[in-house]
């Protein structure tokens, strides 16, 4: 052997030591900490919350700028992107263990012109090593490393694990992190439907999620897709003829949906469970870090109670009706000329001054006087509208974009299983892009009105022994400190006794204040603490008419105890929480906040008497067009309708609505600022669909629960108890005209709901729709079959007799 060779495999020996000393130092950490093999089965990618509904539907996520991405298992991808991924990116990925020697001669060899050589495994440890430097002897160790990790992976995961890893921790630009989002965001699909041309597309991204963006570059985009279907074609994934097919077709973009905030289902529910969810976060530690859960972060999944469906027509019936309300109340005098801020000109200042805009001029320098000037300066803008878009170009003054805006009349709903305390559906506003404030929420009050008489009602039952039929006086009563209530004037028919289910039928005042005066304000107040509503109500007697302050949230509280069975049921949203994984973290569905507040048979008699407001007061023939068995409902106006409320029930679901601005000098002067005119439609169109959607399992024929030792009593007759016309005091002027389709938008321009739906979650609604229209109308046929000859008489019933089921007093001397 020459010295010249002996020189050589010296060197070459010497430098293969020295590497594999190399390899080991950095294997043993001197050259930066590695992942363990705990870290590499649970890598520490940053994951976006995922908020779901009932049914498991993706209402929304919560995520910072570089965390919104959704782990997604291998079976639920896409065998087009599989192949599309492993024909572009690593053709022998099947072949090696994590380092493909070949391709890495070849990059060597051809100084990368021809591809670099890592492998997909490798590519993986990059992004979970979140490596990347400029620096050459850097980027050297940090190519090492990624050798190692991907060796480890290759012995400790699947090929089928790494592929799914790869996929969950890859950009896809637009801010999109992960297969999964990146089919939601580009295609409004689920990554195992995506077909060949969209695979190809969403791959092609990975060499440059900018360049190859069909949003940004959709000509560089379809030529790098073509590049990726030709690969495909090569490595036998794909014939030449179905290759030649999608080759021919353009990038379809008009799916595109950016995920952000404002899209996704129920968006002010999901804004107002955020804090609850960082409150919970802040309390409870990640095993894996020992530090706080991040809801940013961690990849939490929450289940709500949500209803995808109930959520739907929920906003479809604010959609339809409150353009409605809109279009009267901005065609009132106080509204179109200004006038209604002429004694408010201090609350307009205060906006202003709150505004983004006076806030940059103030810190430009700008003085007071130079920005109220360019507050009265004409600029174009966009504003909400009521229409196809929910917007609208216009050209007004920031000064009168802020009264257009105060002058939009918000809405508040809330539907709950009354047993439960489930929330199945829950509006905040009227755009949530528009306008975040949510009004539903348990901090949000606002005066109920007449709404609160059901609980002074169920006090005066459950401890004064008042029935139905106990006389009351329709007249103002005195308190002394506290004078006249209701106030002189505001009192009609002083002096008539009406019935008490008369009186609670049609909301009657000054039967109110006497029913206060019996029970006493300060037992009321306590009342209303007892049943479990957090809010203090001040012992005045005007309680009794709703002068307080209380949330949507609390009343239907309060309100669950009369279809329970006497039973106070805290709505809850939450069932449980997991972590990314799929562990169950805490459960909330199982310690539901239920207490007993009043007796079934005070329940029960409540739950009859308030069908009185559905039959004949104050929401005349509502029962009668829902054709329920059996309901309860109750109006709510407060003074000079600045609030509107409507709560109903059947024994399966309870609704509230509430109707307002924000500012309470704005309101409807008409007759339709009544509860039973401005927010009963909205609850009598949410109800009308939900029953006729037979998928919720809500049953028309259904009866509240008689308790035993009621079986028995004697029942009263209808025309005794409850007047047949509104006695002079009847809340609203309209009494019995809240008839949801007389109040809803008929107009070509349809308004689309708040909720941004995927194409999936609008084609499982519509074909929901369609099956109910087929079931409907053959329940007409099976109707019209069976109705009754023409000259069949019907025998009428007393109202009593139709709530408790019981038969009709004998009438004496034949009359």
């Not at 440059?208 to 560089?220: D, E, K, M, S, V």
Request: charged content about 25%; aromatic content about 10%; proline content about 4%.
């Amino acid at each position: 052997m020459s010295k010249a060779v002996r020189i050589f495999w010296s060197l070459f020996f010497f430098g293969l030591l020295v590497f594999i000393v190399f390899i080991g130092m950095i294997n043993f950490d001197l050259f930066g900490k590695l992942p363990s093999l705990k870290q590499l089965e649970n890598p520490s990618i940053m994951l976006a919350s995922e908020v779901y509904a009932e049914d498991g539907t993706s209402m929304g996520k919560y995520y910072t700028d570089r965390g919104n991405r959704s782990n997604v298992d291998y079976k639920d991808i896409s065998k087009n992107a599989i192949d599309a991924l492993v024909a572009t990116e690593d053709e022998r990925f099947y072949e090696h263990s994590g380092i493909d020697g070949w391709a890495v001669m070849r990059a060597v060899g051809k100084l990368g012109k021809d591809g670099g050589g890592s492998t997909i495994t490798q590519q993986l440890a990059k992004n979970m090593l979140d490596q990347g430097s400029k620096n050459m002897a850097r980027r050297f160790i940090e190519k090492l490393k990624e050798w190692i990790i991907a060796i480890k992976l290759e012995r400790n995961f699947t090929k089928q694990e790494i592929l799914a890893l790869y996929l969950n921790t890859v950009p896809f630009g637009d801010n999109v992190y992960g297969i999964r989002n990146a089919s939601r965001t580009f295609f409004s699909k689920e990554p195992d439907r995506l077909d060949v041309d969209e695979a190809a597309t969403l791959i092609g991204m990975l060499k440059g999620n900018t360049l190859y963006n069909p949003r940004r570059n959709n000509r560089a985009a379809f030529d790098r897709r073509n590049t990726v279907i030709n690969q495909m074609l090569k490595n036998n994934f794909l014939s030449k003829e179905d290759a030649a097919k999608y080759k021919a077709q353009p990038i379809d973009m008009s799916h595109y949906r950016k995920m952000d905030e404002n899209n996704g289902l129920a968006p002010y529910f999901r804004d107002v469970i955020r804090d609850d969810l960082k409150k919970w976060c802040k309390e409870h530690k990640n095993p894996a870090t020992g530090e706080s859960y991040s809801l940013y972060e961690d990849g939490l999944r929450i289940y709500t109670t949500i209803n995808p469906r109930m959520q739907t027509y929920a906003e479809e019936a604010v959609a339809k009706h409150m353009p409605v309300l809109q279009k009267v109340l901005s065609g009132q005098n106080s509204v179109r000329k200004g006038t209604a801020w002429l004694d408010h000109k201090n609350v307009l200042e205060g906006y202003m001054k709150k505004s983004d805009r006076w806030q940059s001029m103030k810190d430009d320098g700008a003085s007071d006087e130079e920005i109220r000037k360019a507050f009265n300066q004409p600029v174009q803008m966009k504003v909400f509208a009521w229409n196809s878009k929910r917007e609208k170009d216009t050209i007004m003054s920031p000064l009168d974009s802020i009264k257009y805006c105060r002058q939009m009349l918000e809405t508040a709903f809330m539907a709950i299983d009354p047993i439960t305390g489930a929330v199945k559906a829950w509006i905040g506003g009227i755009d949530f892009k528009t306008f975040k404030f949510d009004h539903a929420n348990i901090n949000t009050k606002r005066q109920v009105g007449s709404s609160i008489k059901p609980f002074l009602y169920s006090l005066a039952i459950e401890e004064n022994g008042f029935t139905p039929e106990t006389q009351v006086e329709n007249t103002a009563q005195y308190f002394p400190g506290s004078g006249m209530v209701p106030a002189r004037g505001l009192c009609k028919g002083n002096g008539a006794m009406v019935s008490m289910a008369s009186a609670l039928a049609y909301s009657l005042n000054c039967a109110s204040a006497y029913i206060i005066k019996q029970v006493g304000p300060q037992r009321f107040a306590d009342f209303i603490k007892q049943i479990n509503i957090p809010t203090k109500v001040e012992p005045y007697p005007s309680i009794a008419l709703g002068s307080c302050d209380i949330s949507l949230y609390e009343m239907m509280w309060g309100y669950s105890m009369f279809p329970s069975s006497g039973f106070s049921s805290k709505p809850y949203y939450i069932s449980r929480i997991e972590d990314k994984n799929g562990n169950v973290l805490e459960r909330f569905d199982t310690e539901r906040d239920r207490k007993e507040v009043i007796s079934q048979s005070t329940a029960y008699t409540m739950c009859r008497m308030m069908q009185g407001a559905a039959d004949v007061g104050t929401a005349s023939g509502l029962r009668n067009r829902l054709g329920v068995a059996e309901m309860g409902a109750k109006t709510g106006t407060t003074n000079d309708n600045s609030d509107a409320w409507f709560f109903g029930y059947t024994p399966q679901l309870l609704a509230g609505v509430w109707i307002g601005c924000d500012d309470r000098f704005i309101r409807l002067e008409s007759g339709l600022g009544y509860g039973g005119r401005a927010a009963l439609p909205i609850w009598e169109y949410f109800f009308q669909k939900s029953l006729a959607d037979k998928t919720l399992g809500l049953d028309k024929q259904i009866k509240f629960v008689q308790p035993e030792n009621m079986k028995n009593d004697q029942m009263y007759d209808y025309m005794n108890i409850i007047d047949k016309t509104p006695p002079p005091g009847a809340e609203g002027i309209d009494v019995g005209n809240g008839n949801a389709s007389e109040y809803m938008d008929t107009t070509t321009q349809k308004v689309p709901i708040d909720s941004k739906l995927t194409p999936d979650e609008q084609n499982i609604l519509q074909e929901a729709k369609k099956e109910n229209e087929k079931k409907r109308d053959q329940q007409v046929v099976d109707k019209l079959n069976a109705a009754p000859p023409p000259d069949a008489k019907k025998e009428k019933k007393g109202f009593f007799k139709k709530l408790f089921g019981g038969k009709d007093k004998e009438k004496k001397d034949g009359n």
